[in-house]
């Protein structure tokens, strides 16, 4: 089971692209760019006419800038067995969401994610190589001559958020012109292994998973958690959580949350509710405090 544990985490199985923008009335073109360290990321830009604004979207663990579906074998029995996380989840609403309110959407598959290549052994670090992701997509709206002066905010949720306190931590000069930061439950590998390994019973083992781990991608388990790298980061930050995510604990969003050293922060609990996936469609239910975050920080 331990093994079993591990070698999923550390190597999740990619999510296809099941949907697009125009499956919502958006026009979008297919693009393509380097990682930081040279991976092509594939992606989409959706314009907005008239907008000089953009929004980089980073998404989480195992999705693709699609969502995940997750009402679907192999990643219903991953992901819903004890979480209840069976249902997909799909994001082209939000990009709906964001053009409608004037803004542009840079979209992409981070490493070994929906279409972008195979790195690092096709292994996930939970952004330890992942931020170079976030960085190429920052190098490639600021190479095209039709993005190069847009004002940039981040829309970064579970592994998006940790890689982008990542790169902030390993690559602060790339984020001077970066406005600000939406992120949704950035998570910590010890944190979300702690409660899955309780559901099974298996909770003093935490030890022997991490060597597990470690036999997969050469980092403990606190190398992998963007409590650290938050204390890099620079920009104006709105992050939620749900309160009682049975994936989680709350002290480890409290946790970035207080190691943020700008005062302009906002961190937003949501109740009533445990699960993981649900919260990764908040923003189409009720996107106000998002949107008046970009907007207050943009304009």
């Known amino acids: 089971m331990i093994k079993k544990l591990a070698h999923g985490f ?46 980089i979207a980073n998404h989480p663990l195992s999705f693709s800038r699609t969502g995940l579906p997750a009402h679907m074998e192999p990643w219903k029995s991953t992901f819903g067995d004890f979480a209840g996380n069976d249902f997909e989840v799909n994001f082209i609403p939000d990009y709906k969401i964001l053009h409608d309110n ?130 890099s980061v620079s920009v104006p930050t709105f992050l939620f959580q749900v309160r009682d995510d049975v994936l989680t604990r709350p002290s480890d969003v409290q946790a970035m949350f207080d190691n943020i050293p700008v005062a302009d922060k906002k961190l937003h609990w949501i109740e009533g509710a445990t699960r993981r996936w649900g919260v990764y469609c908040w923003f189409q239910r009720e996107p106000k405090q998002s949107l008046e975050w970009f907007e207050c920080h943009m304009n």
């Open 102 to 231: 004037g803004y542009n959407v840079l979209t992409y598959d981070f490493r070994n994610f929906g279409h972008s290549g195979a790195a690092n052994g096709g292994m996930q670090s939970n952004g330890q190589y992942e931020c170079r992701d976030v960085i190429g997509s920052l190098n490639y709206a600021r190479s095209q001559s039709d993005l190069s002066d847009m004002t940039i905010g981040l829309f970064s949720r579970c592994l998006g958020a940790g890689s982008s306190m990542f790169a902030m931590a390993c690559s602060l000069s790339y984020f001077e012109d970066v406005r600000c930061m939406v992120g949704g439950q950035p998570i910590s590998v010890r944190s979300i292994m702690e409660r899955t390994l309780e559901h099974f019973g298996l909770q003093d083992r935490i030890d022997e998973f991490e060597q597990e781990q470690k036999l997969i991608t050469s980092f403990d388990l606190d190398e992998m958690s963007p409590v650290e790298p938050a204390k």
């Open 10 to 55: 550390g190597y999740p199985i990619r999510s296809p692209l099941l949907h697009r923008p125009s499956d919502h009335g958006l026009s979008f073109e297919n693009v393509t760019f380097p990682s930081e360290d040279g991976v092509p990321l594939e992606a989409w830009f959706i314009p907005c006419e008239g907008s000089r604004k953009l929004i």
